[in-house]
């Protein structure tokens, strides 16, 4: 099958002060996969830097966070994303770009990709103090706890349906998972936060769920939590992420070099500063 390396980053929110023109890093591998809070879409900023990134990358992928649909609906914001994707396709010098959205994409013969956002489960008990403390319902526009989990319920449904159809049709298939919220509590946010009265609203124990237990899945990237990991879970699978957080309170061990190797050998690796 081979390996395909890529560069994951999330959490740049190139919206802060703002750097979408300022902010710059090391081309290290062929893909880009950018998993999400890269910025606001209502900002036609940030479309002028993913198409940076396509003068520089074979293929870029991206998904929505929960900061891109600021000052708009979220409805509205994966439209836009759709339209810039269109015209992307027709541009033929750039690389390609792949929107995330409940979106399978087979990288090679052996080797897929399966990305969305999965927002949070909320749990009733904190619902109201994630509510009160979460800018996202009042900054997405119409964006409720009950919209929040049901795209929750969505993508985890969405999820669970292609890792079983994989497994079923194509069990030679390698499953790798880029999402923007977190698949796991306690070793993927800071141990400060595990008690929190907000945690619900960034990250999901899955692991109960058919994707993440899953033989074919052998990785899961994602970012949200501000908080930078790479394990091997019960599983087996490489659990990551890579992380920049705000300006003014960067993510200790974010590396925007690093590479991340899936197929025949899954490794993360840092690059040379």
């Not at 995330?100 to 999965?118: A, H, P, V």
């Not at 996202?136 to 795209?151: E, G, K, P, Q, Y």
């Not at 069990?171 to 977190?182: A, C, D, G, K, N």
């Not at 992420?241 to 197929?263: C, D, H, I, M, W």
Request: hydrophobic share 35%; with cysteine.
């Amino acid at each position: 099958m081979g390996s395909v390396s890529f560069q994951i980053l999330s959490d740049l929110h190139l919206e802060t002060h703002p750097s979408y023109n300022s902010f710059t890093f090391p081309q290290t591998a062929a893909n880009l996969a950018l998993l999400g809070d890269i910025g606001h879409v209502a900002n036609n900023q940030l479309f002028t830097f993913l198409e940076a990134q396509l003068l520089r990358y074979s293929t870029v992928f991206f998904l929505l966070g929960n900061h891109e649909p600021y000052h708009m609906s979220f409805k509205l914001a994966k439209t836009k994303m759709r339209q810039f994707q269109s015209k992307m396709d027709r541009r033929s010098l750039l690389g390609k770009f792949i929107f995330l959205d409940q979106t399978r994409y087979d990288i090679t013969e052996k080797l897929s990709i399966l990305g969305c956002t999965l927002f949070s489960r909320i749990s009733p008990q904190q619902e109201f103090a994630v509510e009160r403390r979460m800018v996202d319902f009042r900054d997405i526009l119409r964006w409720t706890v009950d919209d929040h989990n049901a795209a929750h319920e969505s993508d985890v449904s969405w999820l669970n349906a292609e890792v079983m159809k994989i497994e079923t049709e194509e069990p030679h298939r390698q499953i790798v998972v880029f999402t923007h919220h977190s698949p796991c509590k306690d070793r993927c946010q800071h141990l400060r936060h595990k008690d929190s009265e907000v945690w619900t609203g960034f990250a999901t124990n899955l692991s109960d769920q058919v994707c993440w237990q899953g033989r074919n899945v052998t990785a899961w990237a994602s970012g949200h939590t501000h908080f930078n990991y790479s394990f091997l879970d019960e599983t087996g699978k490489m659990v990551l992420s890579n992380q920049k957080g705000y300006r003014l309170f960067p993510s200790e061990e974010f590396n925007a070099g690093r590479v991340s190797t899936f197929g025949d050998k899954t490794t993360v690796s840092e690059a040379l500063e």
